[in-house]
């Protein structure tokens, strides 16, 4: 159940009351892939880092160890041993990101596995059941994520397969929450807008499927070689035809910036690679602009990666230290860079949220924006 407590603008700040517990909003999910965090991050340390919810995936966990393996095991919480919200995407990005493995027909689509080479078949219906065995709190609709680049007629007749799709999701999800057998027969059901940069595409699909009566609606398809511009104009355009009272997910996105320019177009919920990935590269995100520590400049620096953060890495550790660990390619490295990032982009959600909370965000995103691009790689 989603509570939206207060707007500025278009901004929300809400809460969604879930099986696994209540989930503060704008929020950004630390993704975990495989039931992990990359980076040799645990679910203990998720905790440490403010982290609010988990997201896992579908087509991975299929494949590697098995979504029925999992079931048997008691579901995706206990198996990671995490007992607040996780996210489980469709399988439906993976099946875009395979391109060259693909076949996508109305009933579903075949596809090789990327291990093993294995055929594979997912449908809606098929996706459900994957997500339903890992027993997420909130699950996400199967679909088609067609090419920002597509033609005009491919991505219409992509969609209107995607709100076919929908339709046969909630259909299974329903089916699927009243066996015996399920772990969380309370798992909730996001649909996924989709259109490529096409406003009028997005819009109508926005319309259609606002009528199903969804837990919550994503907008997907972005963050995948559009401009920022065209992004945020695609957001402007479609968020105002999207359930102001249920949460809005834009997926896959992004850099703090893009966080902070969804937030302001009425978003709720984040996921991105880019903390964990960066901080497995020696890229950390700070307050003044992200900073590499493979820079020589940083070989005697007694400083923490940022001053006056409370992250397990700051606390205890300097920048020449991580410096040395990342450069002897010492897996410790790449752990204390990925704990700051995620720490860093958990606490900025807080500050977004107190900022929303006291009817300041406009004057925050400002700020935070210009302390972020003044002093980029100190």
Same mark, same amino acid.
């Given at each position: ?82 007992? *607040? ?6 399988? @439906?990005?993976? &099946?875009?990101? #395979? =391109? ?5 027909? +109305? ?100 319309? *259609? ?6 837990? @919550?609606?994503? &907008?997907?398809? #972005? =963050? ?5 511009? +065209? ?148």
């Amino acid at each position: 159940m989603y509570k939206l407590l207060k707007t500025e603008g278009r901004a929300k700040r809400g809460v969604l009351e879930t099986v696994h517990g209540t989930i503060q909003t704008p929020v950004f999910m630390n993704v975990g892939t495989i039931a992990a965090i990359k980076g040799a991050v645990s679910t203990m340390d998720l905790y440490d880092i403010k982290t609010q919810v988990e997201l896992s995936n579908t087509y991975h966990l299929h494949v590697r160890p098995g979504d029925k393996i999992v079931k048997q095991l008691g579901g995706l919480h206990k198996f990671m041993n995490w007992d *607040r919200p996780i996210l489980t995407d469709s399988g @439906g990005f993976q &099946v875009f990101s #395979l =391109a060259g493995l693909r076949k996508i027909k +109305e009933e579903g689509v075949y596809f090789h596995s990327h291990i093993d080479g294995a055929k594979i078949f997912m449908g809606p219906e098929e996706s459900m059941q994957i997500q339903s065995n890992l027993a997420s709190t909130i699950a996400m609709a199967f679909d088609e994520c067609p090419s920002s680049v597509a033609e005009r007629s491919y991505v219409e007749n992509s969609v209107a397969r995607t709100t076919r799709w929908l339709e046969r999701c909630k259909k299974e999800m329903d089916r699927l929450n009243s066996l015996e057998d399920t772990i969380n027969k309370q798992q909730m059901l996001f649909g996924i807008n989709q259109g490529a940069i096409f406003p009028d595409i997005r819009i109508e699909h926005a319309k *259609r499927i606002r009528e199903m009566e969804l837990d @919550g609606y994503a &907008v997907g398809g #972005l =963050a995948v070689g559009e401009t920022h511009e +065209e992004m945020y104009h695609i957001l402007e355009e479609v968020v105002p035809y999207l359930p102001q009272d249920k949460p809005t997910y834009l997926m896959g996105v992004g850099t703090p910036a893009n966080i902070l320019e969804g937030v302001e177009r009425g978003v709720d919920f984040f996921d991105c690679v880019y903390p964990s990935r960066n901080g497995r590269h020696g890229h950390c995100y700070t307050n003044h602009g992200k900073i590499n520590l493979f820079n020589k400049k940083f070989e005697l620096d007694e400083r923490p990666i940022e001053e006056g953060c409370q992250c397990p890495t700051c606390q205890h550790y300097t920048r020449a230290y991580v410096r040395h660990l990342l450069k002897a390619k010492e897996m410790l490295g790449m752990r204390l860079c990925v704990l700051h990032n995620l720490y860093f982009y958990n606490t900025m959600m807080e500050e977004i949220r107190d900022a929303l909370d006291e009817g300041r965000f406009m004057e925050y995103k400002k700020a935070k924006l210009e302390r972020m691009s003044a002093g980029e790689d100190r």
